[in-house]
């Protein structure tokens, strides 16, 4: 005599396996990529300031003053070491391999509450945009009830899943959040629809919006701006990495003028096509009006700070009033 068994998973318990595959996933991924030199560490050279950036818009005017030699014109050595994952911008920027790092108000908050000496020292005027995969046919946060969204831990996306909680009126235990650090493996799996949502910056949503998937909500509506870029202290009190930290902002504000002009912006947009971006991807491209370099609003420190200590990330004595820094944009 013969059974036949049938074996029945819950799926809540499978979106929990597969959380667990899809954090292991977005651990492997976060590998060397552009430069080759990134995972080395940076001599103690005062003469060089060494850089972390993301290919976002955020990063594009970084991008566009190395292109044009405009650090070379300000005689200042600046070297730009190119990420995937905020999280690997971290770990370059906590092991002293970088000097600088393109961050965010959440992570920055958090590395500094346990003693990693940095400041805040401009904002950076990317946004972020809600994706959902094209055959999933999700159009509100609402619809999100025990849906995957695709985020990096601790930072400004895990702060917008706690936003889109709110907005669709679910409870957080209901909203899964694997772990992806990699924003072009986030972007992939969001087209496969292995995964439901995720939250993507530019040029990666608009790349994706080309593909049928939709945006639900955007940091920019929102006035949401916790982008940024933190200097480590050491590289502040050096006399020669400090000037070439002026230098930095110098040809920031130089991109961001010449970059007005919109032959100009046709070219800053190529400077992210050895990313593996598309040229369609880049002539649909919205850059967003960038302003010269300026500190966070107190408004968007106080956010950070507040979801932090809901979350039982930061002691109830760290405030964040040393996160910022305007000695550098004033």
């Not at 005062?46 to 003053?65: E, G, I, N, R, W």
């Not at 990699?182 to 629809?193: E, T």
Request: proline share 4%; with cysteine; glycine share 4%.
């Amino acid at each position: 005599m013969f059974y036949r068994v049938t074996l029945s998973f819950n799926s809540t318990f499978m979106k929990k396996v597969f959380l667990l595959l899809a954090a292991l996933a977005g651990l492997a991924s976060c590998h060397k990529t552009g430069n080759e030199q990134a995972e080395k560490v940076s001599p103690q050279d005062s003469t060089v300031l060494y850089v972390a950036l993301m290919p976002t818009v955020d990063c594009l005017p970084f991008y566009y003053a190395e292109q044009q030699g405009i650090f070379d014109s300000l005689n200042a050595n600046i070297e730009i070491r190119n990420y995937m994952a905020q999280m690997d911008c971290d770990t370059a920027f906590c092991r002293k391999h970088v000097d600088v790092a393109y961050t965010d108000l959440i992570r920055a908050a958090l590395l500094q509450s346990k003693d990693t000496a940095l400041n805040v020292i401009m904002r950076t005027d990317g946004s972020h945009e809600l994706i959902t995969a094209f055959s999933k046919r999700l159009k509100s946060p609402k619809q999100l009830k025990e849906k995957m969204v695709g985020m990096a831990r601790h930072s400004v996306t895990d702060y917008l899943c706690s936003e889109i909680v709110k907005k669709g009126n679910i409870s957080p235990d209901e909203l899964y959040k694997p772990q992806i650090n990699d924003i072009s493996l986030r972007a992939a799996m969001v087209q496969n629809a292995t995964i439901d949502a995720a939250f993507l910056p530019e040029p990666y949503a608009t790349q994706a919006r080309l593909l049928k998937n939709r945006s639900i909500y955007s940091t920019q509506k929102e006035k949401i701006h916790l982008m940024g870029m933190m200097a480590s202290w050491q590289a502040q009190k050096d006399p020669k990495k400090a000037k070439l930290l002026h230098q930095l902002i110098q040809g920031y504000d130089l991109a961001v003028q010449k970059m007005k002009d919109k032959s100009n912006q046709d070219s800053a947009r190529n400077l992210l096509k050895p990313f593996g971006l598309k040229q369609q991807v880049l002539d649909s491209l919205k850059l967003p009006k960038y302003h010269k370099a300026s500190v966070p609003d107190a408004k968007q420190v106080e956010k950070a700070i507040e979801w932090l200590r809901a979350q039982e990330l930061i002691s109830k004595q760290y405030n964040g009033d040393t996160l910022v820094t305007s000695f550098l944009t004033k």
